[in-house]
């Protein structure tokens, strides 16, 4: 894990190893900062944010691996709460829709990721590779809070 990051208020910014270990700690981190931002862990929006979370930095890992390169993990929170998952590998995008054999083992992760997201999308990166993104509501509509 590189060291570096940056929190403000509603930013959180943290770049970590392209590993499996890597992908764990990017989740595990993201509810933590979810839960200090006032979205309690367990609640449904955190276990919403977790499964993108995991979906992005499991697809950076696997799809996304350069070697020697990391890959970055930005939350941003304000009406929404916007995920972008970022690695090295700007020519594989990901593949979130078509038809799926019924035995299949792989490919739903995005489809997961489309049904609780309120928009997702991959843009290219700055430089070198890519930023796959996620929008989410992070408050109760209604009461206007968590």
């Keep these: 894990m590189n060291p570096q990051s940056a929190v403000t208020a509603t930013e959180f910014v943290q770049r970590f190893s392209s590993t ?3 992908a764990r700690l990017a989740r595990w981190l ?59 590998r700007g020519e594989k995008e990901p593949v979130g829709s078509g ?22 999308g991959v843009k290219a990166r700055p430089g070198v590779g890519k930023v796959v993104w996620a929008e989410l509501h992070a408050w109760d509509q209604e009461e206007g809070a968590v």
């Design 30 to 88: 993201a509810v933590q900062q979810l839960d200090a931002w006032g979205i309690p862990y367990g609640s449904p929006r955190s276990d919403a944010a977790a499964l993108v979370v995991a979906e992005f930095a499991a697809n950076a890992v696997t799809h996304g691996h350069v070697p020697g390169r990391d890959f970055e993990l930005r939350l941003t929170l304000g009406e929404l709460l916007r995920i972008e998952v970022s690695d090295a």
């Design 99 to 120: 038809p799926l054999a019924e035995d299949a083992e792989c490919g739903r992760g995005l489809l997961l990721v489309a049904a609780v997201a309120v928009a997702w």
């Design 20 to 22: 499996r270990r890597g």
